[in-house]
């Protein structure tokens, strides 16, 4: 039966944040777990102004690109949430939003958009995850709760880290807690697994590119896209532990190197590996950092931040630095889109004339709504 606060939709597409999007008497309605095509029975859980929330009631109809997700737990757990849509599909529409989120917020830039680069693995892809354990039970997060759905298998997850979940959850359990227990697993840089507990005195290794595979291919680019120019000095913001600062330091053998990141275990192992006199390595906010630093015109940045993206202050940074060209590595299409406004405007203000030269997304966490992107800016 159809209770007055049930309504019928078709879903147009997917936003950002992973759910489907429908309209419906002038209203924009979310609706998790849809895909796009399906005609939906959905009550709404949030009704605002011009938009609303809802959650399916029945599938009427499936979108052609729905299918039964691989994975037993997907509708339950919280670690994937387009495990029900078709890879194909799902490359299709982080494409599209990639495009459509730099569009709404700089309506006139021209740039030539690249089709999207697809994962070497679409499952078995990631080498990072965070388990938990708590009351006998050894999983994630459900979905929107703290309840653990329990797992013996995650097959998003290298073969390498699953093997081990029986001897983590024995390692949890050992642990006689009545705490929820926060876990990390990952590979290490010797290939080893390795995993332990998340506390408040230590967060675990920090940040690394979960996706090994298709990092290769991210890396190329980024170091294809830098071109072959002598630059003077060659930045890396958000360093991380060096992922791009050595490949760069390899390729620009002339070029003074800096690396710039906030973590400190992460600027240790950066620093650990670093035996090269032209490379430093500064354990600094990069605001802080672009308040004291000389970027000239003969230089190269590339910008790896987190999802909240750099800020204005960095934009303006960059975009009066005049640096030949920047190479900005985003995980957020909306951050990424606000920062390039904020560059392009202040560079307008400077009178400083760069292109946003091309930009590609690429699939680097398959069977999730995340996407990452690289964008290739330049002076005219
Ligand atoms: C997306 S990761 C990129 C790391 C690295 N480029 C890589 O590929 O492994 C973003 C990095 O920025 C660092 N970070 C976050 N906020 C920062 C800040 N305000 N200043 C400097 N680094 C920051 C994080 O610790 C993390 O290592």
Not at 26 to 48: H, R, S
Not at 57 to 65: D, M, Q, R, T
Not at 150 to 166: G, H
Not at 308 to 323: N, P, V
Request: proline share 5%; glycine share 6%.
């Amino acid at each position: 039966m159809v209770s007055s606060s049930q309504i019928k939709i078709k879903i147009e597409k997917l936003a950002i944040g992973g759910a489907g999007i429908a309209r419906h008497d002038g209203l924009v309605i979310f609706v998790p777990q849809a895909a796009p095509e399906d005609e939906l029975l959905v009550e709404f859980t949030n009704k605002k102004k011009n938009f609303a929330e809802a959650k399916i009631v029945e599938i009427l109809k499936p979108g052609p690109s729905r299918r039964t997700p691989p994975c037993p737990v997907a509708n339950v757990c919280g670690g994937c949430n387009w495990q029900h849509i078709t890879e194909e599909e799902q490359r299709r529409q982080k494409e599209s939003l990639v495009l459509e989120t730099i569009k709404k917020f700089n309506p006139t830039l021209e740039f030539e958009y690249l089709p999207l680069k697809e994962s070497p693995r679409v499952f078995r892809y990631r080498n990072r995850i965070q388990p938990k354990y708590h009351n006998g039970k050894f999983g994630f997060f459900a979905r929107n709760s703290h309840d653990i759905v329990e797992i013996t298998d995650c097959p998003i997850t290298e073969e390498v880290l699953t093997a081990k979940f029986p001897e983590a959850r024995a390692f949890a359990e050992a642990k006689k807690s009545k705490d929820l227990l926060r876990m990390e697993m990952y590979i290490s840089d010797q290939e080893e697994v390795r995993f332990g507990l998340i506390t408040d005195e230590d967060d675990g290794i920090g940040f690394s590119q979960v996706n090994r595979f298709q990092n290769e291919d991210l890396l190329k680019t980024a170091l294809e896209w830098a071109g072959d120019h002598q630059y003077e000095h060659v930045f890396d913001l958000y360093a991380g532990s060096g992922n791009f600062t050595f490949p760069l330091a390899a390729k620009y053998k002339n070029s003074g190197i800096t690396a710039v990141e906030l973590n400190p275990k992460l600027v240790e192992r950066g620093r650990a590996q670093n035996k090269d006199k032209r490379l430093r390595y500064f354990l600094s906010d990069v605001e802080s950092y672009m308040k004291r630093a000389s970027v000239g015109k003969q230089d190269l940045v590339l910008l790896d931040p987190p999802r909240a993206g750099a800020s204005e202050y960095i934009m303006r940074a960059l975009a009066a630095s005049q640096a030949k060209k920047i190479i900005y590595i985003s995980c957020h299409p909306v951050s990424l889109a606000r920062d390039l406004k904020w560059f392009f405007e202040w560079s307008q203000k400077l009178g400083h004339k760069y292109q946003l030269a091309k930009v590609q997304a690429f699939e680097m966490f398959p069977q999730t709504d995340h996407v990452e992107t690289i964008a290739e800016l330049r002076v005219d």
